[in-house]
């Protein structure tokens, strides 16, 4: 299944071509406008062994923008905003692929081009002694900890381009 295609926004934005692990590449358009956590709501996805999405909840398809049909056999990477480093994933995977709980925050890339803050919480699906895919439950994040988190995500960004922050 194809990804499906992101429309320059009415507002304006940035472009930029984004590259995945498997070498595709995607065209995205990035606003800087933010769009406030659902309050006293969680977020909930999950995912096949390779990170397709196979359950969206109603919250998750709201805040996302995406209708369900676009989100289900999916790669949950279609929300990776440009601004998060690699590092932060690569941590999330190696972390489900060894059996462990993940957490931590991340700013998700919205269908319109603007994005929203979340504290996820990633565990592996277990049945029958077996990881069968994933789950993860966004909470509302601190504003503080967003502001943090901008910081040392751009440092890590800088540094991944083999630059300095």
Sequence with gaps: MAMPTMQPP????????????????????VTEKEFPYPEGRLIISRTDLNGIIT??????VELSGWNREDLIGQPHAILRHPDMPAAAFKDL????????????????????GGHYWVYATAVPNVRNGQVVGYTSV?????????????????????EEKGGQA
Aim: net charge positive.
């Design 138 to 158: 966004r909470r509302e994040p601190s504003r503080k900890k967003i502001e943090e988190m901008t910081a040392l995500y751009k440092k890590m960004l800088a």
């Design 10 to 29: 009415a507002e304006p934005a940035r472009q930029c071509e984004y590259k995945y692990f498997d070498g595709a590449t995607r065209t995205l358009y």
């Design 93 to 112: 995977w190696d972390t489900l692929k060894a059996g462990k709980k993940w957490f931590g925050y991340v700013k998700n890339l919205r269908k319109d």
């Design 55 to 60: 359950h969206a909840n109603e919250a998750f």
